[in-house]
């Protein structure tokens, strides 16, 4: 046997995005205890950081210690009772697995379907709260990563306040990447993944809950089905002022890395990141647009950090296409997932990868395996 050595890849899918170097030497630094004054102190500082990534001043916001579909599962599990109705906003493969955490947890789930590369539509949630007003929480995602689609939070967030109901966001593809704004809008729990904007290795899911999405939660009549995921255990761990008690062992490299990730976006500002972001994506649909690509979700609703498109006609082996970017020019592109599979391509500009070099050279590697 033999130590393992991957080749360095130009990651352009749907995440893992490339991580920077500072990212990964930070995870190389000697592991203390989890439990060491020191790794506290990193924490409580990455818990602030946190904070102002999601733009909330949120007391319950930390990083679970799995990948974003933990976090998914946490909001879920914490806030939905058995018998609980729940709206849920189903446009692409991240809505379908919602109404599956809500059904796990013995709610009853209320669909809302759009289109896949559709927005959800504010006025099917509107007649959904009409015709289901004991609904108290309303779940959708913010940035579909499965169809490259951006549906209006803020909007669906005020809905969900206007009859009563807590809201539910995914944003594991939309932190750090595009506006999101937890306390302004009224996001009441709020999810997102280290592998996508932030550009850390997988592995953690940040996750927020407003004041009243807290209530809810100490307000439960039944216990939290998940032990690793109840937030009132967890949370003796990560907040227990002064007396932190044991609740399992904090993956504490993993935490360097996102706590690096975290200070590299302070440094360069998380409203100049989501305009890079937004710049990068029009470099890239232009390159994209000259070489015959067009996409799936039309423009006011693209998500500038994962572009779906369609190939060209004359490719019929995409596949193929994908295979040689990731063999000849180290460039890994995203699949379709679902519905779109097998029909689109997936480019993901996310975090250090939207960047001019790698659209470049994206472009660049695109031209020559089409022509
Ligand atoms: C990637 C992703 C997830 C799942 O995150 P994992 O880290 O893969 O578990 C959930 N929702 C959306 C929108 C995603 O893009």
Redesign the pocket.
């Known amino acids: 046997m033999q130590s393992f050595h991957p080749p360095v890849r130009t990651l352009m899918g ?2 893992p995005s490339d991580v920077p170097e500072r990212i990964l030497q930070a995870m190389a630094q000697p592991t203390i205890g989890h439990l060491d004054p020191v790794f506290i102190e990193m924490m409580d500082e990455l818990k602030a950081m946190l904070r102002q990534a999601f733009c909330t001043d949120n007391a319950l916001t930390f990083p679970v210690s799995a ?4 976090g ?1 599962e946490c909001c879920f599990a914490n806030l939905v009772e058995p018998g609980d109705e729940v709206i849920v906003c189903i446009n692409g493969v ?1 809505g379908g ?1 919602m109404k599956e955490n809500i059904e796990r947890m013995g709610g009853k789930a209320i669909l809302v379907e759009d289109a896949w590369g559709s927005p959800v539509c504010l006025q099917k949630v509107e007649d959904a709260f009409l015709a289901h007003p004991k609904a108290r929480i309303l779940a959708f ?1 913010h ?3 499965s169809t490259g689609v951006r549906s209006d939070a803020r909007a669906l967030c005020a809905l969900a306040r206007e009859h009563g109901a807590l809201s539910l966001v ?1 944003a ?2 939309s932190l750090g990447g595009i506006e999101l704004l937890v306390d302004e809008w009224g996001i009441d729990a709020v999810y997102s ?1 280290s ?2 904007c932030l550009s850390c290795p ?1 592995g953690l ?1 940040p996750v927020s809950f407003s004041d009243a999405a807290a209530q809810k939660i100490m307000n439960r009549k039944t216990k939290v089905r998940s032990w690793f995921l109840d937030l009132s255990l967890v949370m003796a761990y990560w907040q227990g002022d002064g007396a932190r008690t044991y609740h399992h062992t904090a993956p504490v490299n993993a935490m360097y890395g996102l706590h690096e990730s975290l200070v590299m976006l302070h440094e360069e500002g998380l409203q100049n990141a989501w305009a890079r972001h937004g710049k990068m994506h029009l470099k890239l649909k232009s390159g994209l647009e000259e070489l015959g690509l067009g996409f799936v979700v039309k423009e006011p609703y693209r998500l500038p950090q994962l572009n779906a498109v369609k190939f060209p006609g004359f490719v019929t082996d995409e596949a193929a296409i994908r295979r040689q970017l990731l063999q000849q020019h180290n460039i890994e592109i995203g699949a379709g997932l679902g519905a779109l599979a097998g029909k689109v391509w997936r480019i993901g500009l996310m975090g250090a990868s939207a960047s001019d070099a790698n659209i470049d050279k994206c472009l660049g590697a695109l031209k020559q395996v089409l022509k």
């Open positions: 749907p995440g990948p974003g579909s933990a998914m991240f697995r995602v940035a579909e990563t995914d594991v593809t993944g592998q996508k997988p899911s």
